[in-house]
Nanobody, 120 residues
Framework: QVQLVESGGGLVPPGGSLRLSCAAS????????MAWYRQAPGKQRELVAA???????NYADSVKGRFTISGDNAKNTVYLQMSSLNAEDTAVHYC??????????????WGQGTQVTVSL
């Protein structure tokens, strides 16, 4: 059984910063990649940033230069540092991971999501 638990969301004014965290726990043998997605009301879920175990990163064009994804392999945790936030960043942010469990099965997992609201 695997759980991804996000934290760090909240209300922030335009131009502000937030740091999201996602900790993976359970019968995990190896995490191949972790990522952050977001879904705004009435819109499809979109990739925000991704990080592979080897350290490669990928960002949505809309967040390049403003967001930074990082991870701690020892803690099975991924972070998303968000800066210069604007109203378009308002969304539920979800953690996602590709990982192997003790049975040898590799699957994709989602967290429950954390709300980020950018507003005065």
């Amino acid at each position: 059984q695997v759980q991804l638990v996000e934290s760090g969301g909240g209300l922030v004014p335009p131009g502000g910063s937030l740091r999201l965290s996602c900790a993976a726990s359970g019968t995990i043998v190896k995490i191949y990649s972790m990522a952050w997605y977001r879904q705004a009301p009435g819109k499809q879920r979109e990739l925000v940033a991704a990080l592979t175990r080897g350290g490669s990163t990928n960002y949505a064009d809309s967040v390049k230069g403003r967001f930074t994804i990082s991870g701690d392999n020892a803690k099975n945790t991924v972070y998303l540092q968000m800066s210069s936030l604007n109203a378009e960043d308002t969304a539920v942010h979800y953690c996602n991971a590709d990982l192997m469990v003790v049975t040898g099965h590799i699957s994709n997992y989602w967290g429950q999501g954390t709300q980020v609201t950018v507003s005065l």
